[in-house]
Nanobody
Framework: QLQLVESGGGLVEPGGSLSLSCAASELPLDYYAIGWIRQAPAKEREGVSCISSRDYSTYYSDSVKGRFTISRDNTKNTVYLQMNSLKPEDTAIYYC????????????????????WGQGTQVTVSS
């Protein structure tokens, strides 16, 4: 059973930055695509970024493209999400999820097909 733990959330002013981490235990991350999905109150769940397991290809939703960067370090069994130029509309609970079969395109467009989810970390962008 893969366990995922997110960290790094918090309160930041508009224009600021945060770096989220998704640390895995019990199983290696190597064989999973990892997605970052966010859920804001009264909004649909949104896949914001994904990194593939094979060639480390990265994918972003249009809403975060150019501002967020996803990366992974399999030696540390951790995936990161660097978030820059944050906006109030980025406020949400951010979850990481592991996918053994779904493509990153599926993760970004539907978020469905995950094998494991973390507990989430709150990101609040406000002045």
């Amino acid at each position: 059973q893969l366990q995922l733990v997110e960290s790094g959330g918090g309160l930041v002013e508009p224009g600021g930055s945060l770096s989220l981490s998704c640390a895995a235990s019990e199983l290696p991350l190597d064989y999973y695509a990892i997605g970052w999905i966010r859920q804001a109150p009264a909004k649909e769940r949104e896949g914001v970024s994904c990194i593939s397991s094979r060639d480390y290809s990265t994918y972003y939703s249009d809403s975060v493209k150019g501002r967020f960067t996803i990366s992974r370090d399999n030696t540390k069994n951790t995936v990161y999400l660097q978030m820059n130029s944050l906006k109030p509309e980025d406020t949400a609970i951010y979850y990481c999820a592991a996918y053994s079969r779904a493509s990153c395109l599926t993760v970004i467009t539907t978020t469905s097909g995950s094998d494991y989810w973390g507990q989430g970390t709150q990101v609040t962008v406000s002045s």
